[in-house]
């Protein structure tokens, strides 16, 4: 489901520019994947409730975006959240899964990294999915 995700960002032109990607590089990671030099860049993960139903899945989405300036990484996290958070409808839909809840939570967190001055925004999203396939 990350992956689907993933690829959804990767697709938006207007995130694509903020992140100043190009070609061969989206900018935007799974966690634990050390993204060198480039900046800004986004990381994703998700944590999953453990539900055993084979179709269904829910769980929170953590995007955190890195950027040297605070108004950079505010116009990323802000572009990112207006592409996910939507309710009721299917935000992301691919041959594996179709996301058919998105919606922004409380949690998140504004910083600035010490050692690399880096501001650091990351943002909740509940996400609700079902699975085209058993398992």
Same mark, same amino acid.
């Given at each position: 489901?990350?992956?689907?995700?993933?690829?959804?960002?990767?697709?938006?032109?207007?995130?694509?520019?903020?992140?100043?990607?190009?070609?061969?590089?989206?900018?935007?990671?799974?966690?634990?994947?050390?993204?060198?030099? !480039?900046?800004?860049?986004?990381?994703?993960?998700?944590?999953?409730?453990?539900?055993?139903?084979?179709?269904?899945?829910?769980?929170?989405? !953590?995007?955190?975006? %890195?950027?040297?300036?605070?108004?950079?990484?505010?116009?990323?996290?802000?572009?990112?959240?207006?592409?996910?958070?939507?309710?009721?409808?299917?935000?992301?839909?691919?041959?594996?899964?179709?996301?058919?809840?998105?919606?922004?939570?409380?949690?998140?967190?504004? !910083?600035?990294?010490?050692?690399?001055?880096? %501001? +650091?925004?990351?943002?909740?999203? +509940?996400?609700?999915?079902?699975?085209?396939?058993?398992?």
């Amino acid at each position: 489901m990350i992956a689907d995700i993933k690829a959804f960002l990767e697709a938006d032109a207007t995130l694509a520019a903020l992140l100043f990607a190009g070609t061969g590089n989206t900018k935007i990671y799974y966690i634990g994947t050390n993204p060198g030099e !480039t900046t800004p860049y986004v990381q994703l993960s998700y944590s999953t409730d453990g539900t055993a139903d084979d179709l269904l899945d829910e769980g929170i989405l !953590t995007i955190s975006v %890195f950027c040297e300036t605070y108004e950079g990484a505010k116009e990323i996290v802000d572009r990112i959240t207006e592409i996910l958070d939507v309710q009721d409808g299917a935000v992301v839909a691919s041959s594996r899964n179709r996301i058919f809840y998105a919606k922004k939570i409380g949690g998140g967190s504004d !910083t600035q990294e010490e050692d690399t001055q880096l %501001f +650091h925004m990351a943002r909740l999203l +509940h996400v609700k999915y079902k699975r085209n396939t058993g398992g």
